[in-house]
């Protein structure tokens, strides 16, 4: 039986399936982390559970880890291009009704193969350790930057808000080539993007721009969401423009100027490209790190063990990546009728691959509600797995380290000076705030 989390949903007065099924998709349940008791008992006793819940098109949750693998994995059988992660069907039908496809953009984890791996390959070596050790000395000093300004903030800030947010931004903003000045805008569009089902991201995310607070929406969050795809797509569309006349030594340069099948990458193509780079490239970084440092603070033995023993990071940094698990989902759709784990799925049907609860499978780790800088085997899913693995892997781990190897040689004591805070989002989430008190050197 797995471990319960420390509060406790089921079962509590009224439960019923349809409540364990709502309760896999509320963004409330993920950020208060009571989603693991239904994880947990699915796991235990149906790791392939068809899912009906209010207001969504129903799909199989699966949440072992071997089932997760298995999935991502067959990626003819089980495709990307259908649905990509869980959204409301109202909302989904006013995407299709009002762009004409099921995707607000088309990135690599919206498309499949053979175009998906055409448009994978332009930046894939970019992505590998023999390029990135490139980059390793600015990544550095930016790290270092960003641990100077925290020393300086005179022993207690909000880590997320004033650290771990622009250190990851900064870092893809200069990959992108994109100028400090429009770091910003670009914060704030990635809020809107994951945090767009938490009011108090969606706030901070207008304060950071604009320092005026929040604007109103138009009301409806579909429209609000097809405005910011617009805000990006004329935003990138300069920068491939410019790219194209002046080609420099950026990522930017190598999508705007990407050819498939001897033709440039179409437009909506190369927009979603740097659109997923920008986004997914600091958000889950920068969650990673949050959570990762609350963790140490909750485990004093282990925040000693990692000062005492520094080549122990690059296993914390997995052990923090495990814990978090900033991507919490994404959805596959079967292009064909299937067994799975002694399930029959049928061709159309949706799956959704629940990463964080694969991350607390006890058949795949050995007490898995523990946080261990040191665990060994630590086969974290958190990046997924296929032709879908995620692109900046190596980049996100080395991004980590460097942080963490900047900040605990000079961390002389640490602890919480507030209720850490999680975003209310069920997609891409972690901490929105958190409090700490510190002394540096
Ligand atoms: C895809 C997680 C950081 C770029 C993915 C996927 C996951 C994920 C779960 C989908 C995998 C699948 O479907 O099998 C994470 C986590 C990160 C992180 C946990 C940090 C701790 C980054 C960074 C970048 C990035 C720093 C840099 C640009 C991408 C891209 C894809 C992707 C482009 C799409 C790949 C494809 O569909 O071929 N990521 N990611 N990610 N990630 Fe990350």
Request: hydrophobic letters at 40%; charged letters at 25%; glycine letters at 6%.
């Amino acid at each position: 039986m797995a471990t319960a989390f420390a509060d406790p949903v089921m079962p509590f007065p009224g439960f019923d399936r349809a409540s364990e099924d709502n309760i896999l998709v509320n963004p409330q349940a993920t950020a208060d982390g009571s989603v693991h008791n239904v994880y947990n008992r699915l796991r235990d006793e149906d790791p392939v559970h068809w899912c009906e819940p209010t207001g969504y098109r129903p799909f199989w949750a699966i949440t072992r880890h071997a089932d997760i693998t298995t999935v991502s994995k067959a990626n003819s059988r089980f495709i990307n291009s259908k649905r990509t992660y869980l959204a409301p069907a109202e909302a989904e039908k006013w995407t299709l009704d009002t762009v004409g496809d099921t995707h607000l953009f088309r990135s690599l984890v919206d498309l499949d193969d053979p175009l998906h791996m055409k448009l994978r390959r332009l930046t894939h070596d970019w992505f590998l350790p023999a390029n990135l050790r490139k980059l390793e000395p600015m990544i550095s000093a930016v790290a270092k930057d960003h641990v100077d300004r925290m020393a300086a903030m005179g022993g207690e800030c909000d880590f997320v808000n004033e650290v771990a947010l622009f250190y990851p931004l900064r870092v893809i903003m200069r990959i992108l080539g994109i100028p400090e000045s429009d770091e910003p805008m670009m914060l704030r569009m990635t809020q809107e993007l994951f945090g767009a089902q938490d009011p108090d991201v969606v706030a901070r995310s207008k304060l950071i721009t604009t320092g005026a607070g929040m604007q109103a929406g138009s009301g409806n969050p579909q429209v609000d969401l097809f405005q910011l795809a617009q805000e990006y797509f004329a935003y990138f569309g300069a920068i491939t423009a410019d790219r194209r006349a002046n080609p420099r030594d950026d990522l930017s340069t190598i999508i705007a100027n990407g050819m498939v099948d001897g033709a440039p990458i179409g437009d909506r193509e190369a927009m979603s490209y740097y659109v997923i780079t920008a986004t997914a490239g600091h958000d889950t970084t920068s969650s990673t790190a949050s959570g990762g440092l609350e963790q140490l603070i909750r485990n004093p033995e282990q925040l000693a063990k990692l000062k005492a023993d520094p080549s122990l990071i690059p296993s914390a940094v997995e052990e923090m990546i495990r814990w978090v698990t900033p991507v919490k989902h994404f959805m596959r759709t079967a292009s064909e009728d299937t067994e799975l784990n002694g399930k029959m799925i049928r061709a159309g049907d949706g799956l959704g691959i629940f990463y964080w609860s694969g991350n607390r499978d006890e058949r795949a780790f050995a007490d898995p509600f523990s946080f261990k800088v040191d665990r060994s085997p630590n086969a974290q899913t958190a990046f997924g797995n296929g032709v879908h693995m995620c692109l900046g892997l190596h980049l996100a781990r080395l991004e980590i380290r460097l942080l963490f190897a900047e900040l605990l040689p000079r961390l002389e004591s640490i602890a919480l000076a507030g209720e850490p805070k999680n975003s209310i989002a069920n997609f891409v989430s972690g901490l929105k705030t958190l409090p700490i008190k510190y002394k540096m050197r």
